[in-house]
């Protein structure tokens, strides 16, 4: 078994890893930190609250890209959490989405960990409003560490009353080209009264069909 020396190095090692990679920007504002050297686990001794100024990520290993993110953020090394309140905010899942989504607002609560097995990333519920109309979501991502193993995506969102001229950007890449195709030109105006996007599954390349789920609902109106 690893000391505790040897195992603080290697979720030092893995941390500072990750943040390289996310090439993060932007502003921290109203910084407060403690120390409590009596918890157990490293990664719980340092804790943190901050709000966040136009932060922005590169996207890394399954995040999402992010820029405009706005909000209060508390927890440890280990995970926190956000109460996210942003304005003009760029949000793109390059593994689903061809192209980024942006939105005029966007509130809700992400939730984040990281161990030594993996990387997630959660928000049970996220309210946005962009030129598309306004929209409601939930997602979880978790990214292990081993290449080897799975990484997965649960991912929903919903619109009321759209514009469906964006029906588009919601339409992920892993759909056939055929059937992308179709949707792109059946789809080119009126109104969405409600619409539905769903994915379940493996986020790996070169995972079979069953290994993920997808479900895509538009109700039109004047199309």
């Known amino acids: ?27 921290l504002r109203n910084i407060q930190l403690s120390y409590q050297p009596e918890a ?23 995040v999402p890209a992010v ?14 959490e956000l ?25 809700g609560r992400l939730g984040w960990r990281l161990d030594d097995e ?3 990333l959660w928000a049970p519920h996220v ?22 193993a799975e990484d997965y995506m649960d991912l929903r969102v919903g619109l009321r009353e759209g514009d469906a001229r964006f029906t588009g950007k919601y339409l992920p890449t892993v759909l056939s080209p055929a059937l992308a195709d179709w949707l792109q030109r059946a789809i080119r105006g009126g109104q969405v009264e409600q619409g539905f996007f769903q994915f379940q599954g493996a986020l790996n390349a070169g995972v079979s069909p069953e290994a993920r789920s997808l479900a895509v609902y538009f109700k039109m109106r004047d199309a």
């Open 1 to 27: 078994m690893d000391s505790p020396a040897a195992q603080r190095a290697s979720f030092n090692q893995v941390l500072w890893q990750e943040l390289q990679a996310l090439r993060p920007e932007g502003q």
């Open 40 to 62: 157990a686990a490293p990664a719980e001794r340092l804790r943190y609250s901050l709000n966040l100024e136009r932060v922005a990520f590169a996207a890394h290993h399954g």
């Open 67 to 80: 820029a405009g993110l706005m909000g209060r953020l508390e927890g440890t090394l280990g995970g926190g």
């Open 83 to 107: 109460q996210l309140d942003s304005r003009d905010l760029l949000l793109h899942l390059p593994q689903l989405f061809p192209a980024p989504w942006r939105y005029h607002r966007a509130q």
């Open 118 to 120: 993996a990387f997630s």
């Open 127 to 148: 309210l946005l409003e962009g030129e598309e109309g306004r929209l409601a979501g939930d997602f979880m991502l978790r990214f292990s560490h081993d290449p080897q």
